[in-house]
């Protein structure tokens, strides 16, 4: 009789994991990519040409080597060289400060159920706009972006920190410091024009888009939706071993499948990071310790990132980011949307019991390239701290070291071999003929 209860019981709770299993990733669920449109985005991704100084690639940030990411914990851009943690300032071009945020991951970015990107949400899809989009250029925001992903991608061309340089640089940030994004001669104008001076690139465009004929034709959107198809092409992930378990044709291990039940079930993951994607597309306040320079606004002093906030008002929102797909996690690190862990397993654990990771933060786990110093004034200010901790809203789940690892096994179960090495891979080189970011 006890044999019988007992298995009835283990039927039983596998059934009840299953009915929260997500339905498996179909083609149905992603933008129809074509390839010569993604070839032509993959030189253009690689090739820092795009940049005001033109020393920093789409690559140089979200590189393969690294899990589309940099390795780092923020991101050094303009005035830097080299990758990774091999990154080091550059003494003639010397950077205003590190980039505020952690570098995203690209996996899966051509998934139609992505509508809100970025850590805080500020480009959306939003139908009642003119541009099918809310991005920060509200009014300004200008037509012909394929997707929110090609929207999203070009945003960072715009950045001081990331690829514009700073103010009297070049003619792109110089355009940027006079607000002038949009239009003739704007910013994204200028890299257009750039693009346009260079014949193989020419030659490309008016290959892969019907309506370009001549170099006057390629519109900045244009090269944004061409890298938007690279992405989308060269890191869709949908063949891990997790895909193939929700398909019934592999098991997993069974340390991998224990994580799993904890996954869906006690541990509560799933509650944010649900769907074949593992992400509820929203955004929530989970006590992420803040380093670096934080989201001021130039003539404030203040260190402080208080993500969704920033983009909705709404108090509620206040330092909420949005939850990241975690395919591939294993790989994507530093984790957090200032990058604070570096160990996966702490970061479960820091999940798990948000407000008390965050009074016990381990300082050692943070990842930087040498440049000045560590910017701890969030985390040395006690008030500063209270109110990130103040925001968490979920219940604590106290997890043991076992069911982390199991939780750890899980996630490695999503890693997709085919999308970390990518379809199209590296160029040899590209028609700038500037030197394309490598390890």
């Known amino acids: 009789m006890y044999r019988i209860i007992f298995f009835t019981y283990i039927l039983l709770t596998q059934a009840a994991v299953a009915a929260d299993l997500p339905l498996p990733l179909t083609d149905s669920d992603f933008r129809t990519v074509e390839r010569a449109e993604a070839e032509l985005g993959q030189l253009l991704f690689y090739d820092p040409i795009l940049s005001g100084n033109k020393e920093v690639a789409c690559a140089t940030c979200h590189h393969p080597a690294f899990g ?84 999203q991608t070009m945003f960072p061309v715009l950045s001081g920190d990331e690829m514009a340089g700073h103010y009297s640089e070049n003619e792109v940030s110089q355009a940027v410091r006079r607000g002038t994004l949009t239009g003739k001669n704007g910013a994204w104008d200028l890299i257009a024009q750039r693009i346009a001076s260079i014949p193989q690139y020419v030659q490309n465009f008016t290959n892969v888009y019907k309506n370009i004929s001549s170099p006057s034709d390629i519109a900045f959107t244009d090269i944004s939706n061409a890298i938007a198809s690279f992405m989308e092409f060269e890191w869709r992930s949908d063949t891990a071993p997790f895909d193939a378990y929700l398909k019934n044709q592999k098991q997993l291990t069974a340390v991998a499948h224990n994580g799993l039940k904890l996954f869906y079930g006690e541990a509560g993951c799933a509650t944010c990071h649900s769907g074949a994607l593992l992400t509820d597309h929203n955004f929530h306040a989970m006590g992420q310790p ?141 028609p700038s003929g500037l030197v394309i970011p490598n390890p």
């Open 290 to 430: 803040q380093i670096g320079p934080g989201k001021a606004a130039r003539f404030q002093s203040h260190a402080r990132d208080e993500g969704r906030f920033r983009v909705t008002g709404v108090v509620a929102d206040k330092y909420a980011f949005r939850t990241p797909s975690l395919r591939n996690v294993e790989f994507t690190g530093p984790w957090g949307h200032a990058g604070a862990y570096s160990d996966l397993s702490a970061f479960v654990t820091a999940h798990a019991d948000p407000r008390a990771a965050l009074y016990n933060f381990d300082r050692s786990g943070v990842v930087l390239t040498q440049f000045d110093t560590v910017d701890w004034r969030i985390m040395d200010n006690p008030t500063e701290v209270a109110a990130i901790a103040d925001a968490v809203s979920i219940t604590a789940v106290q997890l043991t070291s076992k069911e982390v690892s199991e939780i750890v096994a899980f996630l490695g179960s999503l890693t997709d071999a085919t999308a970390l090495t990518g379809r199209l891979g590296i160029p040899d080189s590209v």
């Open 68 to 151: 589309t990411g940099d390795g780092l914990s923020l991101s050094l851009g303009d005035g830097g060289s080299g990758l990774g943690l091999s990154r080091v300032v550059d003494s003639k071009n010397l950077p205003e400060q590190r980039v505020p945020r952690n570098a995203q991951p690209l996996f899966n970015l051509g998934a139609k159920q992505f509508q809100v990107l970025f850590h805080d949400g500020r480009v959306e899809v939003d139908t009642s706009r003119s541009s099918g989009l809310r991005t920060p250029l509200e009014d300004e925001m200008v037509s012909g972006f394929a997707s929110i992903i090609s929207a």
